[in-house]
C-alpha cells in the first residue's frame, strides 16, 4: 500500500516535472494562463456581437472549458512524452501497479486546471461584465474541482491512446476542439441538432458547465448537486476505460514491440 | 541565381512538406471546421442579422492566420531541429530568399481553411457561396495570402530569439483572431485596439475578402496588404540579418 501510495504522489510529482512541458514560468504564463484568458474574451465578444447570451454565459463556460486543456493536453504530454524520451518500455517493465502509476499523473494535471479556470474567472471577474460573490466560490471550486476531474479522466484516454497510436497530440487536439463543439460552452445545449446533444451529455463538462451557469445565477451546491455527481460519475466511467485502454495497449504494445516506435 | 525560380520551388516543396503533416492538417482543416461550426451556431441562435458567408469568411481567414503563427513562428526553430539551418544558411542565396517561401507556404497551407469552412457552411450551414466580385476576390485571396506570408516573415525572425517561440505562438492565437475583426466588428472593441489592428494583414485581408465576397470595393483593402506585405518584407529582412549576425557571432546555429 504505502509503495502504491509513493508511485502515486512522487511518481506523479516526478511525472509531471519531467514530462509536463509547459512548466517553465516562460512557456507557462503565456499558454496556460495568457492564451485561456484571450479564449474567454474571444468568446465574450463574438457573443456580443452575435447577440446570443451576456457576458456571464461565455465566461463560465469558456472558463470551465479551460480545464480541458491542463487534463487533456497534459495526460498526452505525460505518455508521449515517456515514448519521445524513450522511457516508456522501461516504465512498463517495472513492476509498480499500473493504477497508481496512471492516476497519480492524472494528479497535478487535476490542480493545473483549477488554477487556469480560476484564473480565468478573476481576469473575466476583473475586466468584463461578470460578476460573482464571494459566498459563491467554493460551490464554483466544487464543480470546477469536478469538471477538472472528469477532463483528466478524458486526457487518461487520450493517453492509453498513445501506448498504440504514435500522433497522440493530434487526438488530444482534436479532443480538445470536440469539447468546444459538443459541450454548450458556447451554444445552449438546446440549440445544437439533438445527436450532438445527446453526445455532448456523455462528454465531460457538459454537466460541469450547466452547473456553473446555474451557480453564477444564484443557485446553491444543493441545487446542483445531481449535475456534479453526474460530472464526477462521467469523470470515474473515462477513467475506467483508460485503465482498461492501458491494460490492453501494454499487452498489446509488448507482443508487437510497439512501445518504443515513434 | 533566378529568384522566382527559388521562390517557386521552395514555396511548392514546403506546401507539399506541410501537406504531410497530420498537426497542419488539423490546424488548417479540422480545427477551422470545429472553430466555423460554432460559429455557425452562435450566429443562428444570436439574434443578429446578417450573412453567414461573413462568418465562413471570417473563419477561414482565423485557420490561415493559424497554420501561419505556428507554422512561421516556429520556422527557424524547426529548420534547427531538422539539422538544415546551417545549409540555408551557407548556400549562396540570401537566408531571406530560403525563409520566405515557407512562411508564404504556412499562409498558402491556410487557404485550405477558406476552402473547408466554405464548404463546410454550404453543405451544413446554407452558407450562400455566391461571391459579388469574383474577380476581385480571386485577386483579394492571394493579397491576404501574401499579406499573411510576409507576416509570418516578421514572426520568423523575431519568434527565434526566443527560446520558446511556441508558447508565443499559442499565446498569440486568440488575440489575433480577436483585434482584427475576424468574427467580431472592430467597433465593439476598445478604441485602443483600432491602431493595432491596422498594422496586422488579417485585418485588410478579411475585408477585402468580405468586400469582395458581400459587395462592395475590396480594392483599397487589397492594396493595403500589398503596402503592409512590403512593410514586412522590410522588417523581415534586417530581423534576420540580426539574427544571423547573432547566431554566427554566438555560435549557437546548430543549438537546437
Known amino acids: 500500500m504505502n509503495q502504491d501510495l509513493r ?22 504564463i503565456p499558454t496556460m494562463l495568457g492564451a485561456p484568458v484571450f479564449q474567454v474574451l474571444f468568446f465574450v465578444y463574438v457573443g456580443r456581437f452575435a447577440e446570443l447570451q451576456d457576458d456571464t454565459f461565455f465566461v463560465t463556460g469558456n472558463a470551465v472549458q479551460l480545464t480541458a486543456m491542463a487534463g487533456v493536453y497534459g495526460m498526452a504530454m505525460t505518455i508521449g512524452g515517456e515514448r519521445w524520451t524513450q522511457t516508456l518500455s522501461p516504465l512498463m517493465a517495472s513492476p509498480a501497479n499500473r493504477l497508481p502509476l496512471f492516476l497519480g499523473r492524472s494528479l497535478p494535471l487535476i490542480v493545473n486546471g483549477i488554477i487556469t479556470s480560476a484564473f480565468a474567472f478573476f481576469v473575466s471577474w476583473l475586466l468584463l461584465d461578470f460578476e460573482l460573490s464571494r459566498s459563491q466560490l467554493p460551490a464554483l471550486a466544487v464543480v470546477v474541482a469536478a469538471s477538472a476531474f472528469a477532463c483528466t479522466s478524458l486526457g487518461l484516454v487520450v493517453g492509453a491512446i498513445g501506448l498504440r497510436g504514435r500522433d497522440v497530440f493530434f487526438i488530444a487536439n482534436l479532443v480538445v476542439f470536440s469539447l468546444l463543439l459538443f459541450c454548450g460552452v458556447n451554444v445552449p445545449l438546446d440549440t445544437l441538432p439533438n445527436w450532438m446533444e445527446a453526445v455532448g451529455r456523455a462528454l465531460p463538462l457538459t454537466h460541469g458547465i450547466e452547473a456553473a451557469r446555474e451557480i453564477a445565477a444564484g443557485a446553491t451546491l444543493g441545487d446542483v448537486s445531481s449535475l456534479v455527481w453526474t460530472e464526477l460519475a462521467i469523470g470515474v466511467a473515462y477513467a475506467t476505460v483508460a485503465y482498461a485502454l492501458f491494460r490492453f495497449f501494454e499487452i498489446e ?8 516506435t515513434i | ?32 471546421i470545429i472553430f466555423a461550426s460554432v460559429a455557425y451556431f452562435m450566429f ?54 530560403v525563409i520566405v517561401p515557407l512562411t508564404i ?13 466554405l464548404f463546410w457552411g454550404w453543405l451544413f450551414f446554407d452558407v450562400p457561396l455566391d461571391v459579388a ?10 493579397a491576404a495570402v501574401l499579406g499573411l506570408g510576409l507576416l509570418g516573415l516578421v514572426l520568423a525572425s523575431t519568434f527565434v530569439l526566443y527560446r520558446n517561440a511556441n508558447a508565443l505562438s499559442n499565446l498569440l492565437e486568440f488575440p489575433v483572431w480577436l ?10 472593441l476598445p478604441g485602443w485596439v483600432g491602431p493595432l489592428s491596422w498594422v496586422l494583414a488579417p485585418t485588410w485581408g478579411i475585408n477585402a475578402l468580405r468586400e469582395a465576397a458581400i459587395a462592395g470595393n475590396p480594392w483599397p483593402e487589397i492594396g493595403m496588404c500589398l503596402l503592409l506585405s512590403a512593410v514586412y518584407l522590410v522588417i523581415g529582412h534586417f530581423a534576420l540579418r540580426h539574427f544571423e549576425r547573432l547566431a554566427r557571432e554566438r555560435a549557437t546555429l546548430a543549438i537546437a
Open chain 1, 7 to 28: 508511485v502515486f504522489f512522487i511518481g506523479g510529482y516526478l511525472s509531471y516535472k519531467a514530462l509536463f512541458n509547459w512548466m517553465h514560468p516562460s512557456h507557462y
Open chain 2, 44 to 97: 443562428e441562435a444570436g439574434a443578429r442579422e446578417g450573412t453567414l458567408l461573413y462568418v465562413a469568411l471570417g473563419a477561414g481567414m482565423m485557420g490561415i492566420w493559424s497554420s501561419t503563427l505556428f507554422g512561421s513562428g516556429g520556422a527557424i526553430q524547426w529548420q534547427r531541429w531538422q539539422g538544415v539551418l546551417e545549409y540555408s544558411i551557407a548556400v549562396p542565396p540570401p537566408l531571406l530568399l
Open chain 2, 105 to 117: 507556404a504556412t499562409a498558402s497551407i491556410g487557404l485550405y481553411s477558406l476552402t473547408a469552412t
Open chain 2, 133 to 142: 466580385h469574383p474577380i476581385a476576390f480571386l485577386v483579394a485571396l492571394p
Open chain 1, 253 to 260: 504494445g509488448r507482443r508487437r514491440a510497439t512501445l518504443e
Open chain 2, 1 to 32: 541565381m533566378n529568384v522566382p525560380r527559388l521562390l517557386w520551388v521552395g514555396w511548392r516543396f514546403y506546401v507539399k512538406n506541410l501537406t504531410l503533416s497530420s498537426f497542419y492538417i488539423l490546424t488548417s482543416v479540422l480545427q477551422p
Open chain 2, 179 to 188: 483585434v482584427t475583426g475576424l468574427l467580431v466588428s472592430l467597433s465593439l
